[in-house]
């Protein structure tokens, strides 16, 4: 089966940083996802990590360690329009043709005036 | 051109009506896919289309009827649903393909459905 975790809730200032943390256990890994969600909207990719270590793109990066089964989504200079839930996903396929994503349940991120 | 379509962008239906849901891809996409999301909760996969067939069911009761005609289109036919059916429906689509971030997933902006 597939065990993804991540924290319910987490708020922050505006112009902070902050960390949301991924933990996983699946029965297969073929990547990492990031995606991110505004209320009533669809989700929308973030990043992908397949490799250890950290990807960086503008002010989000993503950071993976396959040993640990953990990942982190960073997000700096905060703004108001990062207020979004954030969904961890594990491309976890044992089959070559089985392309499903295994959802965490998400992280909602406050950003604070 | 990460675009994926959906038609209607809201829906309401009684209990006994019949109505469809349209998803839309131009990206060359060879797999669709169809989830459910209730407010606060992650997508659940309903369905998996690869190369225009189905390949993967989540166990989705039968009132939920899906069709892929061609390798563009996805449809998801409603009948005699339950008011507990109420929800954002999303399709998304992919490569058929593992490995390297191919199999990234692009979410249309979903259906809202209101079943009274």
């Known amino acids: 089966g597939q065990n993804i975790d991540q924290p319910t809730e987490m708020t922050a200032t505006e112009g902070a940083i902050v960390q949301i943390n991924c933990t996983y256990q699946t029965s297969g890994f073929n990547g990492l996802f990031w995606y991110q969600q505004h209320a009533g909207e669809a989700p929308t990719f973030l990043s992908y990590n397949v490799l250890d270590g950290l990807e960086e793109k503008g002010r989000f990066s993503s950071f993976l360690s396959r040993s640990k089964g953990y990942s982190y989504l960073l997000l700096k200079e905060l703004q108001m329009k990062d207020s979004a839930s954030y969904l961890c996903?594990?491309?976890?396929?044992?089959?070559?043709?089985?392309?499903?994503?295994?959802f965490g349940a998400g992280t909602t991120v406050t950003v604070r005036a | 051109d990460t675009e994926v379509t959906q038609t209607p962008k809201h829906l309401v239906m009684g209990m006994t009506n019949k109505k469809s849901l349209k998803c839309e891809q131009h990206m060359g996409h060879r797999a669709m896919y169809w989830y459910k999301q209730k407010a606060k909760k992650p997508p659940e996969l309903m369905f998996v289309?690869?190369?225009?067939?189905?390949?993967i069911n989540e166990s989705v009761p039968s009132r939920f009827s899906p069709e892929c005609p061609n390798s563009s289109l996805l449809n998801l036919h409603l009948h005699a649903l339950q008011p507990e059916d109420s929800a954002l429906y999303l399709c998304a689509s992919s490569q058929a393909v593992l490995g390297m971030g191919q199999e990234t997933q692009y979410f249309g902006p979903g259906t809202r459905l209101l079943v009274l």
């Open positions: 996903a594990v491309s976890g396929a044992l089959r070559s043709n089985d392309y499903k994503l295994s």
């Open positions: 289309y690869s190369y225009e067939k189905l390949s």
